[in-house]
Structure formats: C-alpha cells, structure tokens
C-alpha cells in the first residue's frame, strides 16, 4: 500500500484553507494600488502574496526541512517603492495567521491568536518558494492564487498546493472559493476543497475541509463530451479547441474557466475534457500551474498527458520544460482527444508548410 501522506495532508488542507479565507476577504477589499503588473505582463495582488505568506508560513513550521517552489518572490516588497503594498500584505497575513477557527492545528503550527509575525518574517516565508525544483527530493509546489484574472474578475481562481517526491506528485489539495458546490446548482452554495492523494483516490470537501466526497470521472458517451478550456483566450488557443471538437463531432459549447478549477470540473464530471494547447512560442508552463490538477485528475481515474501522449514532467526545474500542452481526460475519452489532436496538429503543420 503506497504512503497516503496523513500529516501533509492535515496540513495542506489546513493552509489552503487559511489562504481562501484570505483571498475572499480580501476580494472586496482590493483597491488600485493593491496590484502589480509583473515582468510578464501578468498581474499579481496584496492576496497572492499574503496567501503564499500564509501557505509558506504554516509549510515551514511543519515540514522546515522542506524546500518550496513558489511562484511569488518578494522582490517588489523589498524596495520603497512597495512599501504600502508591503504593509497591506503584512496585515491581511497577519490577520488570517492568528484567526482562530476552533480546529486543532493551531498551537501546533504556530496559528491562531497572538502568533503575529513580522514583515520580515512574512517576506522571508514568501522568499521560501524561491527553490529551483528538480529531479530529486521531496518538495512543494504553491500558486497561492492561480488564475489571478479571473480572481480579479470575481469568477474563478484557486489556491493550488502540491507535495513532490522525485518527480513526481503525490499530493494534491485545491481550494476553489468560488466554485459552486455542485455543477447541477450554479446559484448554490460556492466554496469546496478539493484532494488527490496518490493510490489513495480523489474527493471534494467543504471549505472548512470536512464531508468528504469520492470524485469519479464518468464515461462520457459521445455526444455528451465538452470542452473546459481557458477564458483568457493568450493562454491556450481557443481555434485549435474549436478545430479538435469539430474533428470528434462534438457539439456541446466549451465551459470557459480560469485556473486548475478546470482540473476540479474534470475530476468531478462538469466536464469531459481538458484541452490547453499553447499559443506561441515561448511561454513555458509553470509546475505549480499543474501539480495539484494532474494528481487530482489521475486520481479521478483520468489520464493527463502533453500533446503527443507523453507524460508531464515535473522534475525539470520550476517548468514543465518545452511546451507540448496539456490534455487531461477520462481514460477512453483521452484516448480520442490524443488521436484528434495529433490530427490537428498535422492539419496545421501542412497549411503552414503550403503557406
Ligand atoms: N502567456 C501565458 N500562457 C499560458 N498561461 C499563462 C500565461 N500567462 C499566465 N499564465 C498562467 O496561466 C494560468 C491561468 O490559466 P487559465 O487560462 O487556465 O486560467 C495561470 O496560472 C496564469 O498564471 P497566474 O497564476 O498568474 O494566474
Ligand atoms: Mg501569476
Ligand atoms: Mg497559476
Ligand atoms: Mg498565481
């Protein structure tokens, strides 16, 4: 029987949560000078550091000896220039630390009331998940906010942790405060959890991480099968998609997402297929992007893969090295989508080629 990772996961689940307290609260609250444009045009707000200090405060005091790659730096907090932001930051962490939630973990992991840090202290935790990655070891991987835009939009974004030995995922935990509890309801409850555990299944709990529901990936028939695909139209292409539906005769509209919730729909059957195929040339997928959805999803009893069927690699360092895509299905669904896309594929080389 493989490990099932008890103790990371009490703790993942326990971070995840205090980071999406965070992130809502302070949705409301965000104002101009609350967010950065960073060196890749992406933004970046007061809530993804303050959740990467939270989520790194709470990792390291648990497992010190492990190294963390994390997509925020505090470069930016630790000049003048950012220091309102800096001070926003230390705040809203703060504030979420020492929260007292009445669960058990508090004292153990230096949480609840009067467990203040300071600015430096929170600083050097975001600069935790600065390691490199690679092939060796146990490490974590942390988007505290991925698909910052949609968080920014008030739609979807998740706060997505994973745990990495030798290269490959053995745990995942996601939190999605904005995703409705059950697809069939959009205007219920919104807020759940989701865990991948590797040889130990996936399931959605609630936002306070209790009620634990198996996820399943069903076999879609045919004409049953959609696409969950980007809202940001830069991030993955919306034409290949629309070309490699019409090749399997699809005919539902695509459910157009921001972040690894995509990954969570899967999981869960909102959804039959995840389709990112790169835009240009350049962009190379982050690993955090996709550690937490791919062990979720395999666990769900799906197949996540590259554009040529190739497995991902999450041992090469902070990405996932050349960008081939990603293609995440149900097992016979998968095997169709791979079949399409490499149709696609050579559909568009040819018509470059007659250019
Ligand atoms: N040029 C890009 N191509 C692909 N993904 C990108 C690009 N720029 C940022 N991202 C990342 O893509 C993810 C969102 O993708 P999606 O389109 O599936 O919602 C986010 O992780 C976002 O980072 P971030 O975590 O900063 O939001
Ligand atoms: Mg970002
Ligand atoms: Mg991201
Ligand atoms: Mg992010």
């Known amino acids: 029987m493989s490990l099932n990772f008890a103790a990371e996961e009490q703790v993942a689940v326990a971070a995840v949560r205090r980071a999406c307290m965070l992130t809502s609260s302070v949705f409301n609250k965000l104002v101009k000078n609350e967010t950065l444009v960073k060196g890749d045009k992406s933004p970046v707000t007061a809530g993804d550091f303050a959740a990467q200090a939270v989520v ?3 990792l390291g005091r648990a497992f010190p000896d492990d190294p963390i790659v994390g997509e ?9 220039s950012g220091a309102t932001l800096k001070n926003r930051i230390v705040e809203l962490a703060n504030e979420t630390l020492t929260a007292e939630l009445g ?6 992991w230096g ?43 008030g739609e ?28 069939s309801n959009p205007d219920g409850p919104r807020g759940c959890i989701f865990v991948g555990i590797r040889g130990h299944g996936s399931k959605q709990l609630t936002m306070s991480g209790s009620d634990p529901r198996p ?3 069903p076999t879609f028939a045919d004409e049953e099968l959609n696409f969950l695909e980007s809202v940001e139209a830069a991030h993955s292409s919306h034409s290949f998609n629309d070309r490699v539906a019409q090749l399997l005769g699809i005919k539902r509209a695509p459910i157009r997402m ?49 554009s040529r069927g190739e497995p991902l690699d999450f041992g090469l360092g902070r990405t996932l090295g050349e960008n081939y895509g990603v293609i995440a299905a ?26």
Not at 283 to 298: N, P, Q
């Open 330 to 355: 149900g097992k016979a669904a998968h095997v169709k989508v791979l079949a399409a896309v490499k149709q696609a594929k050579e559909e568009e080389a040819k018509s470059k080629g007659n250019l």
């Open 258 to 306: 921001d972040s690894q919730a995509k990954y969570c729909c899967l999981a869960r059957g909102d959804g039959g297929v995840y389709l990112r195929m790169p835009t240009g040339v350049g962009y190379k997928e982050k690993i955090w992007d996709h550690a937490s959805g791919s062990v979720l999803v395999e666990e769900a009893g799906g197949v996540i893969t590259d």
């Open 103 to 108: 669960i058990g973990e508090m004292a153990e």
């Open 56 to 58: 790194n405060t709470i």
């Open 156 to 183: 979807q974004y998740a706060v997505c942790l994973a745990l990495i030995v030798d290269a490959k995922v053995q745990l995942g935990v996601m939190g999605c405060p904005n995703l409705p509890v059950d697809a």
């Open 111 to 153: 949480l609840g009331p009067g467990q203040s840090r300071t600015a430096d202290e929170l600083l050097d935790a975001i600069d935790r998940g600065t390691y490199e990655g690679g092939r060796t070891g146990r490490m974590w991987t942390l988007d505290p906010i991925d698909g910052t835009k949609g968080f920014l939009r």
């Open 215 to 217: 996820l399943k990936i």
């Open 72 to 80: 925020e730096d505090a470069n930016d907090l630790r000049v003048e």
